[in-house]
C-alpha cells in the first residue's frame, strides 16, 4: 500500500513563493505528479517527474515558475512555486504510478493519490 502525505499549502500573497512535498512509503514508484483542482474546476495537471531519470514537463501555465524535483533518499517530492498567482488558487494534490517510468499529464493513469494541500494567493 502506498501512502502519500503533502504539505507546505497556506495562503501567500500574490508575487510570493511556496514550497510543496509530498513525502511517499509503501512501495517503489516510477513517476510522480502534482495535480490542482479549483472550485469548480476539473483537476488539471500540473507538473511531473520521473522518478528514476529525473525528466520533467510542466502544463504551459506554470512554466517557468514552478520547479518539481526529487529527493530520492527521503523518497520526496516537492513543487516549488514562484510568482504565485490568483488563478494557482487550487487544492494541490500530488499523484504517483508505479507501473512506467514515465511522465503523464493525465491523472486517470496516476494509481496513488494524496489528500491535497490548500493553496490560496491573495491579490
Known amino acids: 500500500q502506498v501512502q502519500l502525505v503533502e504539505s507546505g499549502g497556506g495562503l501567500v500573497q500574490a508575487g510570493g513563493s511556496m514550497r510543496l512535498s509530498c513525502a511517499a512509503s509503501?512501495?517503489?514508484?516510477?513517476?510522480m505528479g502534482w495535480f490542482r483542482q479549483a472550485p469548480g474546476e476539473e483537476r488539471e495537471f500540473v507538473a511531473a517527474?520521473?522518478?528514476?531519470?529525473?525528466?520533467?514537463d510542466y502544463a504551459d501555465s506554470v512554466k517557468g515558475r514552478f520547479t518539481i524535483s526529487r529527493d530520492i533518499a527521503k523518497n520526496t517530492m516537492y513543487l516549488q512555486m514562484n510568482s504565485l498567482k490568483a488563478e494557482d488558487t487550487a487544492v494541490y494534490y500530488c499523484?504517483?504510478?508505479?507501473?512506467?517510468?514515465?511522465?503523464?499529464?493525465?491523472?486517470?493513469?496516476?494509481?496513488?493519490w494524496g489528500q491535497g494541500t490548500q493553496v490560496a494567493v491573495s491579490s
Open positions: 499523484a504517483a504510478r508505479a507501473a512506467y517510468a514515465v511522465t503523464d499529464r493525465a491523472p486517470g493513469v496516476y494509481k496513488y
Open positions: 517527474i520521473a522518478w528514476s531519470g529525473g525528466s520533467t
Open positions: 509503501g512501495r517503489t514508484l516510477n513517476a
